[in-house]
């Protein structure tokens, strides 16, 4: 046993020593009678606002009875409410959920009718409209360069001096 | 109810340090003890009863203040054993060796309870626990939420501190009593 473990044992006896000597704090005179106050005045109390175990075994036995008999009639009536809540969410519903679906199908006939148009058209005729709009685009594009090039001449950098 | 409120109010004030809410506690003890009166009346450890209820209704109180106590003991309590703790610790066994046990059994019981009152929460609680109620440290800390060592450490530091208390109370260790030597009680003013 080391020094310092014998400093603490040592230290430890005395405190317990010293501590268990102390005799015991005299409690408040007030004590007892706010006790017996506190009592009398739960005593004063009518018995429907105690606890369940101070009422009359008249009262007590049915009271606990009805409990028990209500516990399944609660979860029935739960159920009930939940069933009735998703009927009447469902009928209120039912308005904004046709919107839609008169949407969607809307837009559902709108692609079959461009599709079936596509699908019409020979496969000749697209190849050549192709061709013929990048044709008219390049020749278009070819125009107007030309035109922008002799409408608005470049400036001359020669003349232009640094300052 | 004479026979036990003393032991009962003692059991709550050294824990709470504060006898306006140890009465509290008391008065809620002997209610309880009053709603299962024909059990604890008959039982011939009535008195281990009372007391049992009584910590139990005190460290509940002091938990609702757990959180606040945790951070304190955690904050304040250092896990190393410093040389400083150690020189303490010395002088503390010195105090209460020889110092203490001059004086009147009247001025030691106040100057203990004073000192007591006054240590902190984090090392009063668990000191009173050990020395007082004689729960062994793993138990205190399982009821404390707080680790073994930060329990034994607190233990120690109470210790040492109830001892600097005293010394501060005008009780030194016997050199510092010849060192200094306090002055007699007819010329203390």
């Known amino acids: 046993m080391t020094s310092r473990d014998q400093t603490d044992e040592k230290l430890e006896r005395l405190v317990s020593q010293v501590l268990r000597d102390q005799p015991l704090r005299r409690a408040p005179a007030s004590l007892e009678n706010r006790v017996l106050g506190e009592l009398a005045a739960r005593a004063r109390?009518?018995?429907?606002?105690?606890?369940?175990?101070?009422?009359?075994?008249a009262v007590r036995i049915p009271v606990i009875a009805g409990c028990a008999i209500c516990v399944p009639l609660v979860w029935i009536a739960s159920l009930w409410l939940a069933a009735r809540l998703v009927s009447i969410t469902r009928s209120?519903?039912?308005?904004?959920?046709?919107?839609?679906?008169?949407?969607?199908?809307?837009?559902?006939?709108?692609?079959?009718?461009?599709?079936?148009?596509?699908?019409?058209?020979?496969?000749?005729?697209?190849?050549?409209?192709?061709?013929?709009?990048?044709?008219?685009?390049?020749?278009?594009?070819?125009?107007?360069?030309?035109?922008?090039?002799?409408?608005?001449?470049?400036?001359?950098?020669?003349?232009?001096h640094l300052t | 109810m004479r026979s036990y409120q003393d032991m009962v109010f003692s059991t709550a004030v050294r824990l709470t340090a504060n006898p306006a809410q140890a009465e509290d506690i008391s008065q809620e003890v002997?209610?309880?003890?009053?709603?299962?009166?024909?059990?604890?009346?008959s039982s011939p450890k009535a008195g281990g009863w009372l007391k049992t209820v009584a910590t139990n209704l005190t460290l509940n109180y002091l938990t609702r203040h757990?959180?606040?106590?945790?951070?304190?003991?955690?904050?304040?309590?250092?896990?190393?054993?410093?040389?400083?703790?150690?020189s303490a610790a010395d002088s503390a066994a010195a105090v209460f060796d020889t110092a203490l046990t001059e004086l009147?059994?009247?001025?030691?019981?106040?100057?203990?309870?004073?000192?007591?009152?006054?240590?902190?929460?984090?090392?009063?609680?668990?000191?009173?626990?050990?020395?007082?109620?004689?729960?062994?440290?793993?138990?205190?800390?399982?009821?404390?939420?707080?680790?073994?060592?930060?329990?034994?450490?607190?233990?120690?530091?109470?210790r040492v501190a109830m001892a600097g208390l005293l010394a501060q109370s005008g009780l030194g260790a016997p050199d510092d009593r010849r060192r200094n030597p306090p002055a007699t009680r007819g010329t203390q003013s």
């Not at chain 1, 020979?122 to 409408?151: K, Q």
């Not at chain 2, 009053?34 to 059990?39: K, L, M």
């Not at chain 2, 757990?66 to 150690?86: N, Y």
């Open chain 1, 45 to 57: 109390l009518p018995w429907w606002r105690r606890g369940v175990a101070s009422w009359p075994a």
């Open chain 1, 92 to 160: 209120r519903m039912a308005g904004p959920l046709t919107t839609l679906r008169d949407a969607g199908q809307t837009f559902a006939s709108l692609r079959a009718v461009t599709t079936h148009l596509i699908q019409s058209i020979p496969h000749e005729w697209l190849v050549g409209g192709i061709i013929a709009s990048a044709t008219v685009y390049a020749v278009l594009f070819a125009l107007v360069a030309v035109g922008y090039s002799l409408l608005y001449p470049r400036p001359d950098y020669s003349k232009v």
């Open chain 2, 30 to 41: 002997f209610l309880r003890a009053y709603e299962s009166f024909d059990n604890v009346r």
């Open chain 2, 66 to 86: 757990r959180k606040r106590w945790r951070l304190f003991s955690e904050v304040f309590s250092d896990d190393s054993r410093d040389q400083d703790l150690e």
């Open chain 2, 104 to 158: 009147e059994a009247d001025e030691r019981r106040e100057r203990v309870e004073k000192a007591l009152e006054r240590l902190p929460e984090h090392q009063r609680v668990p000191l009173v626990l050990y020395h007082y109620e004689e729960m062994p440290y793993q138990d205190i800390a399982d009821r404390l939420g707080v680790s073994l060592a930060k329990i034994k450490t607190d233990i120690l530091r109470g």
